[in-house]
């Protein structure tokens, strides 16, 4: 097995043009100075992104002006240690570096305390043989060039093709959204910065809206999500459902008729009055551990709105909950398939939360997919395909219809299969670099093969 070696990013390419530009510069000046001091400043100030080198530069002037201001003095008593005391001289410019890097901090400028602390130690250890002021001067000047080489380097920027035609959707759970970690810092800033520019984005999840709304704060998507599984579209902005695929009333209480004779207990997830509640009858006895700790465990949810007794008449009942042993789940799901006559419902399994052996089964309408809720979501859009990330089960129909589609590398086989590509490598981060590669590629990139011939995809 072959392992692939990390691609050159533009960072590496761009600290190396910036270098190369103090040479350039060092050169124009007749060779005048010494360019180490400003190429490692250009190789110190380079940052990913436009506004932060921007930042970046700005502080690290500040701290240049900061070490110089206190390189003077650092020097002047320097030059009363003899030189057979000299290590008296060293000591002298260790400790002045806590003054001048808390300066910084005081300021309220932590980024330039390390380029502080770097402009004191080049005038007090360099051998210039020049007056303190000029040789204060004459460092700060290579250290500003290489900021100012720096930040006009990383201003310069590469035309992109931005594609904009698709919608580009990411499963919350198995792409997004790590359970130790939440959300990264690089997730969260990387994708403001495309949906800042304009990036057709949204999320697809088996979670509730008040769930995505406690763990997105700071991800400014603006698009309606798909919720739970795909049987509700809501909108994030204004805090509303905008579509429910929900269950028949009648079949809903058939199938709760037969799980009572079995002596189930069941959760029924309802839209109410634009508001999501789970109703539930007397639990008096718990069949299962698993049931007992899945209730009380769920029952102190932040997310979910808990209330005992009768569906409204006009609540729609989106999914049936129930937890069940792995056999039970079979059987009872055999039953109902016999019961549905017209195909209406669809289950799926959830094990991730539940006690060995047990499953969460989950009980539909045949339409509460991310596929179906996204065709909805695409008719109140301009973008009429989707690109999609997924890694679960329930991503597989999504995987399936998209346009062109990636599973995670940490996805379940089935979605891998039914995915057009696989994520080589694990982690939120790499599906936001692979969104950043298809939203804004460099000229000489190109799209997917399989975008590139709609005609094979419309057969």
Not at 357 to 369: D, L, P, Q, V
């Given at each position: 097995?072959?392992?692939?070696?990390?691609?050159?990013?533009?960072?590496?390419?761009?600290?190396?043009?910036?270098?190369?530009?103090?040479?350039?510069?060092?050169?124009?000046?007749?060779?005048?100075?010494?360019?180490?001091?400003?190429?490692?400043?250009?190789?110190?100030?380079?940052?990913?992104?436009?506004?932060?080198?921007?930042?970046?530069?700005?502080?690290?002037?500040?701290?240049?002006?900061?070490?110089?201001?206190?390189?003077?003095?650092?020097?002047?008593?320097?030059?009363?240690?003899?030189?057979?005391?000299?290590?008296?001289?060293?000591?002298?410019?260790?400790?002045?570096?806590?003054?001048?890097?808390?300066?910084?901090?005081?300021?309220?400028?932590?980024g330039a305390a390390d380029i502080a602390g770097m402009v004191l130690l080049s005038v007090c250890l360099s051998n210039g043989g020049q007056p303190p002021h000029v040789d204060a001067?004459?460092?700060?000047?290579?250290?500003?060039?290489?900021?100012?080489?720096?930040?006009?380097?990383?201003?310069?920027?590469?035309?992109?093709?931005?594609?904009?035609?698709?919608?580009?959707?990411?499963?919350?759970?198995?792409?997004?959204?790590?359970?130790?970690?939440?959300?990264?810092?690089?997730?969260?800033?990387?994708?403001?910065?495309?949906?800042?520019?304009?990036?057709?984005?949204?999320?697809?999840?088996?979670?509730?809206?008040?769930?995505?709304?406690?763990?997105?704060?700071?991800?400014?998507?603006?698009?309606?999500?798909?919720?739970?599984?795909?049987?509700?579209?809501?909108?994030?902005?204004?805090?509303?459902?905008?579509?429910?695929?929900?269950?028949?009333?009648?079949?809903?209480?058939?199938?709760?008729?037969?799980?009572?004779?079995?002596?189930?207990?069941?959760?029924?997830?309802?839209?109410?009055?634009?508001?999501?509640?789970?109703?539930?009858?007397?639990?008096?006895?718990?069949?299962?551990?698993?049931?007992?700790?899945?209730?009380?465990?769920?029952?102190?949810?932040?997310y979910r709105n808990y209330v005992e007794g009768e569906v409204p008449p006009d609540g729609n009942i989106v999914y049936i909950l129930l937890v069940l042993r792995d056999g039970e789940a079979d059987a009872f799901e055999a039953?109902?398939?016999?019961?549905?006559?017209?195909?209406?419902?669809?289950?799926?399994?959830?094990?991730?939360?539940?006690?060995?052996?047990?499953?969460?089964?989950?009980?539909?309408?045949?339409?509460?997919?991310?596929?179906?809720?996204?065709?909805?979501?695409?008719?109140?859009?301009?973008?009429?395909?989707?690109?999609?990330?997924?890694?679960?089960?329930?991503?597989?129909?999504?995987?399936?219809?998209?346009?062109?589609?990636?599973?995670?590398?940490?996805?379940?086989?089935?979605?891998?299969?039914?995915?057009?590509?696989?994520?080589?490598?694990?982690?939120?981060?790499?599906?936001?670099?692979?969104?950043?590669?298809?939203?804004?590629?460099?000229?000489?990139?190109?799209?997917?093969?399989?975008?590139?011939?709609?005609?094979?995809?419309?057969?």
């Open positions: 097995m072959t392992t692939q070696l990390p691609r050159v990013g533009m960072r590496l390419i761009k600290t190396s043009l910036a270098v190369l530009g103090c040479f350039i510069i060092h050169f124009l000046r007749n060779e005048h100075g010494v360019p180490v001091f400003s190429t490692i400043a250009a190789l110190m100030c380079m940052q990913t992104q436009v506004e932060n080198s921007i930042q970046s530069a700005f502080n690290r002037i500040v701290g240049t002006v900061i070490g110089a201001l206190f390189a003077l003095p650092v020097v002047a008593l320097m030059q009363e240690i003899p030189w057979e005391f000299r290590i008296f001289r060293y000591v002298l410019v260790a400790a002045a570096l806590i003054p001048v890097m808390y300066t910084t901090v005081a300021l309220k400028r932590r001067i004459n460092r700060s000047l290579e250290t500003i060039i290489g900021i100012l080489v720096s930040l006009g380097v990383n201003s310069v920027q590469l035309p992109r093709k931005r594609t904009e035609k698709y919608l580009f959707v990411a499963s919350f759970d198995g792409a997004l959204y790590d359970r130790k970690n939440g959300i990264t810092p690089y997730v969260q800033f990387e994708m403001n910065q495309m949906l800042r520019k304009g990036l057709p984005f949204t999320i697809a999840t088996e979670r509730t809206p008040a769930f995505l709304m406690s763990e997105m704060k700071g991800l400014n998507v603006h698009l309606p999500v798909v919720a739970m599984d795909g049987a509700v579209l809501y909108d994030m902005k204004d805090k509303r459902y905008l579509i429910t695929n929900g269950l028949r009333r009648e079949l809903a209480d058939a199938i709760c008729q037969r799980a009572d004779s079995r002596g189930f207990h069941y959760f029924r997830n309802v839209v109410w009055q634009n508001v999501l509640l789970i109703f539930y009858n007397d639990f008096a006895n718990f069949k299962s551990e698993a049931e007992k700790d899945t209730y009380l465990s769920n029952r102190r949810s932040p039953e109902l398939r016999e019961m549905d006559t017209e195909g209406e419902l669809l289950f799926l399994r959830d094990k991730e939360e539940t006690h060995e052996g047990y499953c969460h089964f989950k009980i539909y309408h045949k339409n509460a997919t991310k596929a179906y809720m996204l065709e909805q979501l695409m008719e109140r859009l301009p973008q009429k395909e989707y690109i999609a990330f997924g890694s679960g089960e329930n991503d597989i129909s999504m995987l399936r219809d998209a346009s062109l589609s990636y599973a995670t590398a940490e996805a379940i086989p089935e979605a891998k299969a039914a995915a057009d590509y696989r994520l080589k490598k694990q982690g939120s981060d790499h599906v936001i670099r692979k969104i950043q590669d298809l939203y804004e590629r460099l000229p000489w990139q190109k799209l997917p093969k399989k975008l590139r011939e709609p005609e094979k995809r419309k057969g």
